[in-house]
């Protein structure tokens, strides 16, 4: 399984941002697929969490109300739809998938596959 992030940036606070996560390969229909993010200096975190079988999404409580992950399954890809960007955001995002499960808080537990990261600026 192979997973390959996308579509990172330089936005000024308040933007947008869209990122894809392309999957690839062969892969259960229990796949969950999460976003993480690395602040320069900090630890990564999980942000966003996916279960493309059914739809269901989580969220850190940091991005809720302004990130919204989805999923195409015709294409095998997972979006991660970023608004009212802060300077808080500012990270290298990734992506992850795993069959394993999503924490109430946005977090993919016992990721499996990694894809590297795209970088998300948001600077004014």
């Known amino acids: 399984v192979q997973l390959q992030a996308s579509g990172g940036g330089f936005v000024q606070p308040g933007g947008s941002l869209r990122l894809s996560c392309k999957i690839s390969?062969?892969?259960?229909?229990?796949?969950?697929v999460g976003w993480f993010r690395q602040a320069p200096g900090k630890e990564r975190e999980g942000i966003s969490c996916?279960?493309?079988?059914?739809?269901?999404?989580y969220y850190r409580d940091s991005v809720k109300g302004r990130f919204t992950v989805s999923a195409d399954n015709d294409k095998n890809i997972v979006y991660l739809q970023m608004n009212n960007l802060e300077f808080e955001d500012t990270g290298n995002y990734f992506c992850a998938g795993g069959v394993s499960y999503c924490s109430l808080s946005g977090s993919l537990l016992g990721s499996e596959y990694w894809g590297q990261g795209t970088l998300v600026t948001v600077s004014s």
């Open positions: 390969g062969s892969f259960s229909d229990e796949l969950r």
């Open positions: 996916i279960f493309p079988g059914d739809g269901a999404t």
